[in-house]
Structures are given as C-alpha cells and as structure tokens.
DNA sequence: ACCACTGTTGTTAGCGCTAACATGACCGCC
DNA sequence: GGCGGTCATGTTAGCGCTAACAACAGTGGT
C-alpha cells in the first residue's frame, strides 16, 4: 500500500545482511551496490537494488564513518546569522555542501571571543567533520585561527582580511574605492566614513580602501566614526552631523560601513530637515533586500555573499581532496540609486 | 610548550587504549571516566583524567554513535534564512541544543515543496540524527509533515498553523487582532491588509486573525492583498493603493503581513504624496532591527523568535526523554510606534 | 590443453567505542 | 571466620559497516 514499505515492520534496525539475505547475495556485495563500485554483474546490482528499495533500507551513518574516518560533514561556524549577510553566505555554504554530497553542521557562537571560536572548533572536531569553515569578520578570531591548528582541514570564509592560509574573501578595499570614486565623480570635495566596528577587518578594509581612494585623488581626508552596523548607530552619528551641517560646515558625501547604518543615518539626516541627496549623499555596503526601498534608494555596494559561501566549499573540497589551493577572492560590485547625487553649489 | 600537547605527536588517531595505558587502566575504566559513570574511584578518575589532558584525545564520536545508536545531533530542516524572523528562530534553536549537548546539523530548503522537506528529512534519518525540527509557515508543508512518519522524533515549529503532533506556535492571530484593535481604536473605520503568500500559514492566521477582530468590533470587512515578504511587493501595492487613495477612497488604515513589505508601501505612499501617519496609517508584523529607523519608526508586532527557536528544542528534549508533549505557544506583543495616528478628519 | 588475467563474489578482520558480565577486593555482620 | 553485599576494575562481545584478501569462475592467447 505505502510506497515506503513493502515489506513488515517499518521503523526498526534494518541492516545490510538484512538486505543481503533478501538478495541472496553477502552483505559486501550490497555494500558494493550501496556505495557505486563497478565490479558487480548488471544482474546482481539490480536485484540488490530492489532489495533495498522494498525494505527501506538506508545505510547507518556511524557505521560508516567509523570505519571510513570520514562523516561527510561540515562543520560551520559563524556568528551574526540574523545579519542579511552572514545568512545569505550560509546559505550558499549549505547548498554547495549538499550538492557535494555533506551535510553541513552549525555552530553559531555570539561575539567574536577567540576561545568561543576554538571551543566550537573543538566541538566540530570530536564531532568528528571532515573539515571546518569558520566564518568571521572579525580581526582577533582569523587571527587566532592560524594557531589553532585543528586535525582537520580549516578554511577562513570572511569579509577581508589577510590571507593566511586557505581563505575565501570579499575584496572589500575594491567596493570602497568603487564608492569614493563614485562620490567625487559627482563632484563632492571629500567623503566621511561611518565605519563598523574597529575590530572588524571587514570595516578596517573598506577604511583603508576609503583612505587610500581619497589620497589617490588628491582630495582631503574625511572624517572617520565606528558604529556597530545597527540602524541605532548610524541615527546617532547623523544626528551629530546634521548639526554640523547646518552650522555650515561643507560636509556633503557621507559613506556609511553597512545598508542599515545608512538607513539610520537617512533618517536622521531627515529629521534635522536635511535632504538625501539634496544636501548630502549617502552611501552603503552590502545592498540588503530592502535598500532600494529606503528613501530614498541606497546607492550601495553588492557583495555576492552566496558566492563567498560556494567558494568557501569548493575551498574545502580542494584541500580534502589535497590539492594545494590558493586563497580566492570575490568581487564586489557598486549599484548607483538615488541616494547619491552632485553636491549643491 | 603548547598547551594542546604536552605528549608527543599530536595528529594521529588517539583512541581511548591509548589513555589506558598512559593511566595504567582498562579501556573500559577511561569510557567511565569519559561517561561520567559513578563507580570510578576519585584517584583513578583523576589519573584518567590527566593522561586525557595530557594526550590530547577526544573520543571518537562515530564509534560512540555506532554503539549507543545516538548521534546526539538534531536535524534542523528551516528556509528563507535570509530573513530576520527564520534567522533568529536558528539561533534560538542552535542555542538550546548546544546547552543540551546536541549539535545541529541544518537543511535550508529552498521553496516549500514537500518533496524537498521530505527528501532532508529523509537525508537526516540517514545521517541518524536523534531527532529533526521542521521550521516553516508553508501550509501544504505542514500537512505533509504528518504523513512522514520518520523513525525518529519529529517537531514542527511553525508560524501559526494546525496543532497537530509536537509544534511550537506563534499565535499569530493573536498578533493581529492587536493589530487591528490598536487601529480601531485610533478611530479608523476599518483596517485594510497586505498579507504574505497565500499558502502560508503564518499569513493565513493573520488574515483570520484581522478578518475576526475587524467582524467583532463590527467594522466593516477591509480589503485583502497578497504580496511575497519582500518590499517590492508592498511597493507595488503602496502604489495602487495612493492612486486608489488620491482618487477619494477613504483608505486609512494598512496592516502589512511584515515589516519588509510595510517598508516598500511607506515608500510608495510617500512618492506619491501621501504622508504616514497623516493621510494613512502603517503597521508591519515582526519587529526587524531596522523597524524603529524606518521613516516614519514603524508600528510592528514584535515576536519572539528565538523563544520560538528554544521551546523547539526544549519539545524535541521532552520527545525524546519519551514525554508526552503538548503544543506550546508564543505571545506576540504590539510595538507602537509613529505609522500609526488617528485618521484625518 | 594450459596459463595468465580479468571480473565477480564471498570471507574475514577490525574501525573505537559501550554494555553486560566476570572478577576480586573489601566491608560489616551474625 | 565465613557469607552476602557493595564497590572498583577488567574481560568479552558486538554495534554496522568497509577494506583487504581469497576463491572461483570465465576468457583468450599460445
């Protein structure tokens, strides 16, 4: 009657002599069937095949692992998961994963405590995962990471940041060159930078990338805050700064490290009667689903932060696989809406 | 030197004979040890417990599973990790499972279809994980969820929906007969809703919720729009809806299904000259991070997704401790912020 | 007809661990 | 002093699987 269950009793230890039996052949040659070797006859594989399908049997993991050293497993760990970013690079993490044939275990530690990051690696490891991915931007942790020196293959997902050692990273000096650039095409004298935190590497990349695009045009350096990438932070520095501005200082471009600060910083640019991008661009980083929505639309950098999780794999299946892999790299790109305009004369 | 290994080579399979011999013990005495069995006396335990630290070993968890038949890992099937509500409903879940001893090993589906939820689930079972949770809204989903019948425990955890078997709820419908009474009693005739995709449920129960409170307070029925979460699809329909408005509809009162679609009808409504709360009152459903920093701070139900996450786990503890288990809910709670005023006269 | 070879199958051992039982040592008590 | 009882430990078996080897076809070349 029900597709699972041809034969009896349905939930319990359904091994492979089981199967075996049923085929009439040893519970090597169903091995053999199960995990795709060639040397069985047509006839044989077609009739253990049958077998398996009519019991429901499904080969037991442990079993497995232990005699292979290998669980086919991943072991991510992350933080900051409820941040449209890391979620999305999660997201291709597992795909890619999957589509590999490994599941992908999950370990999300709060704050970026070095030893939170070397326990749950720890944890990954007696859990026994083919390998780690640990995904951070934050400066102490990678830094850590080189000491760590786990029995498994170890690979860095993060936004900048060195390149020791197997890494996958977005060029986040490029993105912020791409917006000072963008900013003093349109005309503006300098441009301000509401950065995330210092212990970022992710924000130290994109203020050096800012730095280093405004010496490179000979423009005046901008002033330089840390938020912490919520809305919150970035409604108090635009508080701070509408005021100057209409004491009259000539602050017209302002970058901020991520979409949500800049959405703070709109807002409360707003409140002090100042218009974007009448009276001062503003900028993001990240281009969250909601950007093109804020008001006005965020001109913002895309980071294609799926694509980092998929080379983050592809990275761990080099080195499983023992290949020597260089550390790669993905390219941001910059989205021009309203948000951005000349500076009033 | 190092504090991992004060022995000698430390990257080869160290198995627990290995920590007997160091301890001049028996295998079985360092599996007690290990275990935390009681009959250990206090000097063997300790003699253990240093040769332990001092080699560095780890038991080995695939031989553990194999024996135990426990994997002590739970299987979290989840989608559309990418929004905040699923995001935190993760980090709840990882983090209750890691304070138990479970580790999470994570599915991200993509779409509802049953197919797909069933194929994880089934690609958990064969992983033997000790348990899976299914995290969806999707109705179609949900049914199907009955009928999977895996051999081990399976809890739903569900934005609204049936109660049947073990489920963790948001009362969604709760939600929105705040929603709808907050707006009532601000003196709007009626409230209209822009709710999510038709076959989710989280969606279904708000518009049973909004239809009901709309019918008890004797208000007339409000008009029903389906959009997909996203701002563009509240953009749209923000658009229409100004037109509609501008044309001298008495339209004063829109409940979005979340936040991100509040946030493109806003914007629609303030491009097309309409101010909120003057000309027309908003209310998303959720509470992202950015919600206070929308223009104008956004009314919103908050829900707590991470509780939601945690009473998951504790459901799956309970199931698998053989409890009997009830379903439990969660309180959502009204957030009042500026979308919201009186109607114009 | 024989041999070397390839292809198919079965047999055996063992992965690292825990559960169950077996063994002694030691205790107090009649 | 011997006897049931508890505790601390060791011994043995086996979880379900794969790798290595053994065994036996069949095949074609000489």
Redesign the interface.
Known sequence: MSTETHGSA??RPLVMSDVAARAGVSHQTVSRVVNGHPNVAPLTRARVQRAIEELGY??????R??VTGS?R?IGLVTMN????GP??T??GL??AA?VAGY??????VEGAGVGTIAEAV??F????VDAVVVHTADLEAVAALGAL?P?VPLVAVQMGGEELGPTVTVVQEAGARLVVRHLLALGHTTVHHLSGPEHSMESRRRVEGWRDALAEAGAPPGELWHGDW???S??EVGTAVAARIRAGEPITALFAGND?MA??LM?AL?EQGLTVPGDVSVVGFDDV??A????PPLTTVRQDFAELGRRGVQLVLARLAGEDCEPDQVQPLLLVRRSTAGPRR
Do not use: C, K
């Open positions: 349905p939930a499904r080969p037991n993991a442990a079993a692992a232990l669980s497993t998961v409820n941040q449209y979620a999305q999660m997201i597992e795909q999957r599941s992908l275990s999950v370990a999300i720890d944890r490891v007696g859990q026994s020196d029995p919520w809305p919150s970035g409604y949500q959405l703070g807002v707003h689903p909601g093109p929505y804020f008001s």
